[in-house]
Protein backbone atom coordinates (compact mmCIF):
# COMPACT_ATOMS: atom_id res chain seq x y z
CA UNK A 1 0.00 0.00 0.00
CA UNK A 2 1.42 3.44 -0.82
CA UNK A 3 1.54 5.72 2.29
CA UNK A 4 2.76 9.55 2.75
CA UNK A 5 6.03 9.47 3.14
CA UNK A 6 6.93 6.52 0.07
CA UNK A 7 9.49 8.26 -2.19
CA UNK A 8 8.06 8.38 -5.80
CA UNK A 9 10.78 4.89 -6.33
CA UNK A 10 8.35 3.72 -3.66
CA UNK A 11 4.95 4.57 -5.21
CA UNK A 12 5.42 3.34 -8.60
CA UNK A 13 6.75 0.14 -7.10
CA UNK A 14 3.52 -0.83 -5.01
CA UNK A 15 1.35 0.64 -7.93
CA UNK A 16 3.12 -1.67 -10.04
CA UNK A 17 2.38 -4.73 -7.66
CA UNK A 18 -1.63 -3.37 -8.22
CA UNK A 19 -1.66 -3.07 -11.82
CA UNK A 20 -3.17 -6.87 -12.57
CA UNK A 21 -5.82 -6.33 -10.42
CA UNK A 22 -6.74 -2.91 -11.74
CA UNK A 23 -6.85 -3.65 -15.27
CA UNK A 24 -8.79 -6.60 -14.49
CA UNK A 25 -11.22 -4.69 -12.78
CA UNK A 26 -11.55 -2.00 -16.33
CA UNK A 27 -12.46 -4.90 -17.67
CA UNK A 28 -16.53 -4.77 -18.19
CA UNK A 29 -16.28 -0.83 -17.44
CA UNK A 30 -14.66 -0.83 -20.77
CA UNK A 31 -16.58 -3.23 -22.65
CA UNK A 32 -20.07 -1.05 -21.44
CA UNK A 33 -17.88 2.34 -22.93
CA UNK A 34 -17.22 0.09 -26.08
CA UNK A 35 -21.07 -0.33 -26.61
CA UNK A 36 -21.56 2.59 -25.86
CA UNK A 37 -19.73 3.83 -28.43
CA UNK A 38 -21.17 1.76 -31.04
CA UNK A 39 -24.48 3.31 -30.50
CA UNK A 40 -23.46 6.98 -29.79
CA UNK A 41 -20.55 8.24 -32.07
CA UNK A 42 -20.26 11.58 -30.00
CA UNK A 43 -19.03 9.67 -27.41
CA UNK A 44 -15.64 9.92 -29.01
CA UNK A 45 -12.77 11.79 -28.02
CA UNK A 46 -14.58 12.89 -25.17
CA UNK A 47 -12.18 12.53 -21.99
CA UNK A 48 -12.93 10.57 -19.15
CA UNK A 49 -12.16 9.17 -15.94
CA UNK A 50 -12.60 5.72 -14.24
CA UNK A 51 -11.88 5.29 -10.12
CA UNK A 52 -10.61 2.52 -8.89
CA UNK A 53 -10.02 1.89 -5.00
CA UNK A 54 -7.68 -1.05 -5.13
CA UNK A 55 -8.04 -4.18 -2.41
CA UNK A 56 -4.36 -2.87 -1.59
CA UNK A 57 -5.88 0.60 -0.17
CA UNK A 58 -4.54 2.30 -3.26
CA UNK A 59 -6.60 5.08 -4.97
CA UNK A 60 -6.51 4.42 -8.98
CA UNK A 61 -7.35 7.46 -11.59
CA UNK A 62 -7.52 5.99 -15.31
CA UNK A 63 -8.02 8.25 -18.04
CA UNK A 64 -9.45 7.34 -21.12
CA UNK A 65 -9.64 9.51 -24.56
CA UNK A 66 -12.39 6.92 -25.95
CA UNK A 67 -11.66 6.05 -30.26
CA UNK A 68 -12.82 2.94 -31.72
CA UNK A 69 -8.77 2.13 -32.47
CA UNK A 70 -7.99 3.23 -28.82
CA UNK A 71 -10.10 0.59 -27.45
CA UNK A 72 -9.92 -1.67 -30.07
CA UNK A 73 -5.75 -1.93 -29.21
CA UNK A 74 -5.43 -1.55 -25.47
CA UNK A 75 -2.11 -3.59 -25.41
CA UNK A 76 -0.60 -0.26 -27.04
CA UNK A 77 -2.19 1.82 -24.06
CA UNK A 78 -2.23 4.85 -26.16
CA UNK A 79 -5.60 6.76 -24.91
CA UNK A 80 -5.46 5.01 -21.74
CA UNK A 81 -3.10 6.34 -18.72
CA UNK A 82 -3.61 4.51 -15.25
CA UNK A 83 -2.80 7.37 -12.16
CA UNK A 84 -1.96 6.41 -8.59
CA UNK A 85 -2.20 9.19 -6.46
CA UNK A 86 -2.22 9.28 -2.99
CA UNK A 87 -1.88 12.51 -0.23
CA UNK A 88 2.03 13.16 1.07
CA UNK A 89 2.78 13.79 4.53
CA UNK A 90 2.14 17.53 3.85
CA UNK A 91 -1.43 17.56 3.31
CA UNK A 92 -1.09 17.76 -0.54
CA UNK A 93 -1.82 15.50 -3.37
CA UNK A 94 0.48 13.47 -5.60
CA UNK A 95 -0.03 11.12 -8.97
CA UNK A 96 2.00 9.05 -10.71
CA UNK A 97 1.62 7.76 -14.63
CA UNK A 98 1.76 3.94 -14.11
CA UNK A 99 2.99 2.47 -17.37
CA UNK A 100 3.46 -0.97 -17.86
CA UNK A 101 6.04 -0.81 -20.52
CA UNK A 102 7.60 2.63 -20.48
CA UNK A 103 8.87 5.44 -18.49
CA UNK A 104 6.58 6.07 -15.33
CA UNK A 105 6.10 9.83 -14.30
CA UNK A 106 5.81 10.74 -10.42
CA UNK A 107 3.84 14.20 -10.65
CA UNK A 108 4.77 16.61 -7.71
CA UNK A 109 1.93 19.00 -5.90
CA UNK A 110 3.86 22.17 -7.28
CA UNK A 111 2.57 21.08 -11.16
CA UNK A 112 -1.15 20.84 -9.42
CA UNK A 113 -0.86 24.24 -7.72
CA UNK A 114 0.58 25.47 -10.85
CA UNK A 115 -1.82 24.59 -13.22
CA UNK A 116 -4.42 25.58 -10.63
CA UNK A 117 -3.28 29.03 -10.66
CA UNK A 118 -3.95 28.97 -15.06
CA UNK A 119 -6.66 27.10 -15.38
CA UNK A 120 -8.07 26.11 -12.10
CA UNK A 121 -8.48 28.11 -9.36
CA UNK A 122 -11.15 25.93 -7.15
CA UNK A 123 -9.58 25.32 -3.09
CA UNK A 124 -10.55 21.32 -4.34
CA UNK A 125 -7.54 20.12 -4.44
CA UNK A 126 -8.56 16.48 -5.58
CA UNK A 127 -10.83 18.24 -8.10
CA UNK A 128 -7.76 19.86 -9.53
CA UNK A 129 -5.76 17.19 -9.60
CA UNK A 130 -8.53 14.78 -11.65
CA UNK A 131 -8.88 17.83 -13.82
CA UNK A 132 -5.30 18.10 -14.59
CA UNK A 133 -5.20 14.14 -15.17
CA UNK A 134 -8.53 13.88 -17.43
CA UNK A 135 -7.41 17.20 -19.89
CA UNK A 136 -3.49 15.73 -19.66
CA UNK A 137 -3.56 12.11 -19.72
CA UNK A 138 -1.17 11.90 -22.88
CA UNK A 139 1.99 12.70 -22.73
CA UNK A 140 5.15 14.06 -25.03
CA UNK A 141 8.60 13.17 -23.65
CA UNK A 142 12.30 14.04 -24.48
CA UNK A 143 15.03 14.11 -22.24
CA UNK A 144 18.93 15.59 -22.63
CA UNK A 145 21.66 13.03 -22.90
CA UNK A 146 24.07 15.52 -20.96
CA UNK A 147 22.02 15.60 -17.78
CA UNK A 148 18.99 14.40 -15.54
CA UNK A 149 16.67 16.93 -17.58
CA UNK A 150 13.06 15.46 -18.58
CA UNK A 151 10.50 17.25 -20.56
CA UNK A 152 6.99 16.61 -21.21
CA UNK A 153 4.56 18.08 -23.37
CA UNK A 154 1.00 18.12 -22.75
CA UNK A 155 -2.44 19.48 -23.87
CA UNK A 156 -2.17 22.62 -21.82
CA UNK A 157 1.35 22.84 -21.43
CA UNK A 158 4.84 22.26 -21.20
CA UNK A 159 6.36 20.02 -17.61
CA UNK A 160 9.71 20.03 -16.34
CA UNK A 161 11.48 17.02 -14.32
CA UNK A 162 14.31 14.92 -13.83
CA UNK A 163 15.15 11.33 -13.56
CA UNK A 164 14.48 9.04 -10.78
CA UNK A 165 15.72 6.24 -12.10
CA UNK A 166 16.70 6.95 -15.89
CA UNK A 167 14.56 5.82 -18.67
CA UNK A 168 12.26 4.37 -15.87
CA UNK A 169 10.89 6.82 -13.27
CA UNK A 170 10.82 10.80 -13.36
CA UNK A 171 9.89 13.13 -11.37
CA UNK A 172 7.77 16.34 -12.42
CA UNK A 173 8.35 19.46 -10.61
CA UNK A 174 7.24 22.52 -12.32
CA UNK A 175 4.63 23.23 -14.72
CA UNK A 176 4.34 25.98 -17.38
CA UNK A 177 1.69 27.37 -19.50
CA UNK A 178 2.10 27.93 -23.37
CA UNK A 179 2.22 31.56 -22.55
CA UNK A 180 5.44 31.29 -20.65
CA UNK A 181 7.65 29.37 -22.69
CA UNK A 182 10.75 30.53 -24.13
CA UNK A 183 11.41 30.24 -27.91
CA UNK A 184 13.53 26.54 -27.53
CA UNK A 185 10.74 25.65 -25.28
CA UNK A 186 8.19 26.45 -28.11
CA UNK A 187 10.15 24.72 -30.23
CA UNK A 188 10.36 21.79 -28.18
CA UNK A 189 6.65 21.78 -27.42
CA UNK A 190 5.92 21.66 -30.93
CA UNK A 191 8.00 17.88 -31.07
CA UNK A 192 6.24 16.64 -28.26
CA UNK A 193 2.47 18.06 -29.65
CA UNK A 194 3.19 16.01 -32.21
CA UNK A 195 4.60 13.13 -30.83
CA UNK A 196 1.48 13.30 -28.53
CA UNK A 197 -0.73 13.24 -31.75
CA UNK A 198 1.23 10.48 -33.68
CA UNK A 199 0.44 8.28 -30.12
CA UNK A 200 -3.48 8.66 -30.68
CA UNK A 201 -3.04 6.65 -33.97
CA UNK A 202 -2.18 3.27 -32.91
CA UNK A 203 -1.40 0.86 -35.71
CA UNK A 204 -1.79 -3.05 -36.31
CA UNK A 205 1.35 -4.60 -34.68
CA UNK A 206 1.89 -7.80 -33.78
CA UNK A 207 0.59 -8.37 -30.18
CA UNK A 208 -2.34 -5.79 -30.12
CA UNK A 209 -5.05 -8.18 -29.73
CA UNK A 210 -3.33 -8.87 -26.16
CA UNK A 211 -5.52 -7.10 -23.67
CA UNK A 212 -3.20 -5.41 -20.15
CA UNK A 213 -5.31 -7.38 -17.85
CA UNK A 214 -3.63 -10.84 -20.16
CA UNK A 215 0.10 -9.35 -19.81
CA UNK A 216 2.49 -10.93 -16.95
CA UNK A 217 1.98 -10.00 -14.28
CA UNK A 218 4.83 -7.07 -13.29
CA UNK A 219 7.99 -8.18 -11.02
CA UNK A 220 7.65 -7.22 -7.60
Known sequence: MIVQSHTPEQVVREAFRDLPAMWNKLKQPIDRLQRDMRKNKSLRFQPRLLEYRSHAGNNWLVAILPTKKVLQYLSRLSGIAPFVWYRGEDGYYRAA???????????????????????????????????????????????????????????????????????????????????????????????????????????????SNVKPWDLPRPEA
Open 97 to 207: RIMQDGICFHISHHVFDQYAERFNRTSDGLTRMKEFIRENMDFGTEYCLDNDDVRVGVKHGYIIGTWVIPHKVAQLITFVDHGKLYAEQLEQMDRLDQQRVDGMRPTRTPG
